[in-house]
């Protein structure tokens, strides 16, 4: 029927209605299903990323307070080592130190020349390999530890030492693990006078634990990583002046070291020191090329120093009088304090010119210090007369080997008593001077090839007798014979091989008329010494008497030093020394105007001066121009003035020999202070925790 036909035909699409409906909701709620699923799904990654990332900068941190807790280790081994921290007991020898430094080193293979030799460290099996720091560390400087990590005995002190450098020290704090290890590398010696003890730090790694997380840290060393002490017996070569009183030989019975010696528009071409106080006048422009130092000791005998071989010190200084020492503030308790304190009141009474000096950091600080150490002037002068007579040293001077056969394996010439004359020039084979000059400094050509001495050794019928002595460049000494003839100077401790000239030349009294070559009709100043020649001249208990000039045929560098070898000026070997142990080094009536001195002048219980200084019949002489260094007990006159006008005697025009800034160059055997001095890495910037931390993997653990 057709009306059927056409209802069926319209509700066939009708009956599939509901079940598209039900499909479409079906795979609506599967795709939220789904849609849900990945939302909880990065909802949990995003909850497990935070976790992990929360983890992972809490194990940074952790990492990063290890290597702050590995800082703070270092600090204390750096502060215990220290210069402040160490006492070299007074009588101490260099064959005492010289044996901790083989024992540091853990051989005694010493590399290098005479001048400077190195010992290469290596981790040895002794108990005491570091027993320099065993035995000069102080108690004090332990208390820094705590109380249950700081030894008390010798033997507790080895132990400790022998833990902290070699062994890998690994710790556990926080969930840090630390590991880091300090090793001993090198020793330095110079002269046998001078030790410097090296360490370093050999590598630090850490691993900071936190959960599942795990960072590692390493460090790098820089160019100022590490850190060494030095132990010397310093010379006192490195001032253009040094006194010990700072006090003319007239106010010798002063009790209270209060100087007399006045800073005022003077000029000193070096760095200058005194064991006791300096004055300035109110105003005062003096003007200084190098540091400034004083000690401020307060008990200083006349002679020698006190019985401990260490002095009472106030630091401190004088201006506009002697009424009242300028002494730091009570606030003050470092030394950097102290000196500050002390340098604005000086600063606010006077002028002076003061060099600067630069920090590591880039500041510059003025180059002055009133905290310096106590240098004590010698006691004898044994070490000279015993290189001139060519025997072994008294165990006072040095017991140690090399040292003995540096003084054995040479000879020089010595006089038993007073010595009329010495004249010391240049020539060639025969005798013949140089001729000219030239070159800045200035070089003397020909270079002459023997060193000649002319001892003057007494009178017959008013006629002066000579012994004629020289020597060449290998140190063959040869003395002229009545003929006139060269022949080698016998060598009764060795007889069939003479020793060589070792340059000393002592005398048990004083010696007169010490010059170079007189002044030739033009006034022309001939040279003293041939360029390889090293001599000291020297006497126990007499005057050394300068009358004349006495220079260098190779003149010494008085600019900076680095700057004159940086032209490819090799600084000259030529140098001498004049030195007296009781007596006074006199410039006498007879020198010439305006004197010529190249050397350094010493006295370790007089004074370097000049004759009749007073004599204002005579009048002015000029100046004396010395290159070289004055070394003195009591500040010795040279003249008097009116203002700055010259009265009588010299005034004084001092050069400093930038030679004698390498410690390891002076004039043969010269005196070196009887007391052990400190420095420490400081001096160089250096420090143990000076190092560059960056990230690390698990490789970089040991």
């Known amino acids: 029927m057709p009306p059927t036909r056409k209802l069926s035909a319209m509700r066939g699409p009708r009956s599939t209605e509901g079940a598209t409906l039900v499909v479409v909701v079906l795979l609506t709620m599967l795709l939220l299903a789904a849609l849900l699923a990945a939302s909880s799904q990065l909802t949990l990654s995003s909850r497990r990323t935070v976790a992990d990332q929360r983890a992972a900068l809490q194990a940074q941190y952790v990492a990063e307070s290890g290597v702050a807790l590995a800082q703070s280790r270092l600090r204390d081994v750096q502060t215990i080592l220290t210069k402040g921290n160490l006492v070299i007991p007074y009588g101490t020898t260099a064959t005492t130190i010289r044996s901790y430094a083989e024992k540091y080193c853990g051989n005694s293979n010493w590399?290098?020349?005479?001048?400077?030799?190195?010992?290469?460290?290596?981790?040895?099996?002794?108990?005491?390999?570091?027993?320099?720091?065993?035995?000069?560390?102080?108690?004090?400087?332990?208390?820094?530890?705590?109380?249950?990590?700081?030894?008390?005995?010798?033997?507790?002190?080895?132990?400790?030492?022998?833990?902290?450098?070699?062994?890998?020290?690994?710790?556990?704090?926080?969930?840090?693990?630390?590991?880091?290890?300090?090793?001993?590398?090198?020793?330095?010696?110079?002269?046998?006078?001078?030790?410097?003890?090296?360490?370093?730090?050999?590598?630090?790694?850490?691993k900071g634990d936190r959960a599942a997380a795990t960072r590692v840290l390493k460090a790098s060393r820089t160019k100022l990583s590490g850190w060494w002490i030095d132990i010397s017996l310093p010379s006192y070569l490195d001032n253009v002046l040094f006194t010990n009183h700072h006090r003319s030989l007239a106010a010798q019975n002063s009790s209270t070291a209060t100087p007399d010696v006045y800073f005022t528009n003077q000029t000193f071409d070096g760095p200058v020191h005194t064991n006791e106080y300096y004055l300035f006048t109110s105003g005062a422009t003096a003007s200084f090329a190098g540091r400034l130092s004083s000690a401020g000791c307060t008990n200083l005998p006349k002679v020698g120093q006190p019985s401990s071989g260490s002095c009472s010190q106030r630091p401190g200084v004088y201006v506009g009088s002697t009424s009242g020492l300028k002494t730091a503030s009570a606030n003050a308790t470092t030394e950097e304090q102290k000196n500050n304190s002390i340098l604005q009141q000086?600063?606010?009474?006077?002028?002076?010119?003061?060099?600067?000096?630069?920090?590591?950091?880039?500041?510059?600080?003025?180059?002055?210090?009133?905290?310096?150490?106590?240098?004590?002037?010698?006691?004898?002068?044994?070490?000279?007369?015993?290189?001139?007579?060519?025997?072994?040293?008294?165990?006072?001077?040095?017991?140690?080997?090399?040292?003995?056969?540096?003084?054995?394996?040479?000879?020089?010439?010595?006089?038993?008593?007073?010595?009329?004359?010495?004249?010391?020039?240049?020539g060639d084979a025969n005798g013949n001077p140089p001729t000219s000059v030239s070159g800045d400094p200035k070089k003397w050509t020909p270079a002459p090839t023997y060193q000649y001495i002319q001892v003057l050794k007494g009178y017959i019928l008013n006629i002066p007798q000579y012994d004629y002595y020289r020597a060449d460049a290998n140190g063959k000494l040869e003395e002229k014979d009545a003929l006139g003839n060269?022949?080698?100077?016998?060598?009764?401790?060795?007889?069939?091989?003479?020793?060589?000239?070792?340059?000393?030349?002592?005398?048990?009294?004083?010696?007169?008329?010490?010059?170079?070559?007189?002044?030739?009709g033009n006034q022309a100043v001939r040279p003293a010494l041939a360029p390889f020649s090293q001599i000291t001249v020297a006497s126990e208990s007499g005057d050394v008497e300068i009358s004349g000039d006495l220079t260098l045929s190779d003149e010494s560098c008085t600019k900076d030093l680095n700057a004159c070898t940086d032209n490819g000026i090799e600084p000259p070997k030529n140098v001498l020394g004049v030195f007296t142990q009781k007596g006074n080094v006199v410039i006498t009536g007879d020198a010439p105007n305006n004197v010529n001195i190249q050397a350094v002048l010493m006295s370790s219980e007089g004074q370097v001066t000049v004759d009749n200084y007073d004599d204002r019949r005579r009048g002015p002489r000029g100046a004396v121009n010395l290159v070289g260094g004055l070394?003195?007990?009591?500040?010795?006159?040279?003249?008097?003035?009116?203002?700055?006008?010259?009265?009588?005697?010299?005034?004084?025009?001092?050069?400093?020999?930038?030679?004698?800034?390498?410690?390891?160059?002076?004039?043969?055997?010269?005196?070196?202070?009887?007391?052990?001095?400190?420095?420490?890495?400081?001096?160089?910037?250096?420090?143990?925790?000076?190092?560059?931390?960056?990230?690390?993997?698990?490789?970089?653990?040991?």
Not at 172 to 197: D, K, W
Request: aromatic share 12%; net charge neutral.
């Open 111 to 206: 590399v290098g020349n005479s001048d400077k030799q190195t010992c290469t460290a290596q981790i040895s099996s002794a108990d005491d390999q570091f027993e320099v720091f065993a035995q000069f560390v102080s108690d004090a400087a332990y208390s820094r530890l705590p109380a249950a990590e700081r030894p008390t005995d010798l033997a507790a002190k080895r132990a400790f030492w022998k833990n902290q450098l070699g062994p890998l020290q690994q710790l556990q704090a926080n969930g840090a693990t630390i590991n880091y290890r300090l090793v001993p590398t090198r020793v330095e010696r110079l002269n046998n006078s001078s030790y410097r003890f090296y360490l370093q730090l050999d590598n630090l790694s850490v």
């Open 346 to 426: 000086l600063m606010a009474g006077a002028s002076p010119n003061l060099a600067d000096v630069t920090r590591d950091d880039g500041s510059q600080v003025k180059d002055v210090t009133f905290t310096a150490d106590y240098r004590p002037m010698p006691n004898n002068a044994n070490s000279q007369r015993a290189a001139a007579q060519g025997f072994t040293p008294p165990t006072s001077v040095t017991t140690d080997p090399e040292e003995v056969a540096r003084y054995t394996s040479g000879r020089g010439l010595y006089f038993g008593d007073e010595v009329l004359g010495i004249t010391l020039t240049a």
């Open 631 to 702: 070394v003195e007990n009591w500040y010795g006159p040279f003249g008097t003035f009116s203002g700055s006008t010259s009265l009588s005697g010299y005034g004084r025009n001092f050069l400093y020999d930038r030679r004698f800034q390498n410690p390891g160059f002076t004039p043969p055997f010269f005196p070196v202070s009887p007391t052990w001095v400190k420095k420490d890495g400081s001096d160089e910037g250096l420090s143990l925790e000076n190092f560059v931390v960056q990230q690390g993997t698990r490789a970089d653990l040991p």
């Open 486 to 520: 060269w022949k080698v100077v016998p060598d009764p401790e060795s007889p069939s091989k003479p020793r060589p000239f070792n340059g000393t030349i002592f005398a048990e009294k004083t010696i007169h008329n010490l010059s170079g070559p007189a002044r030739s």
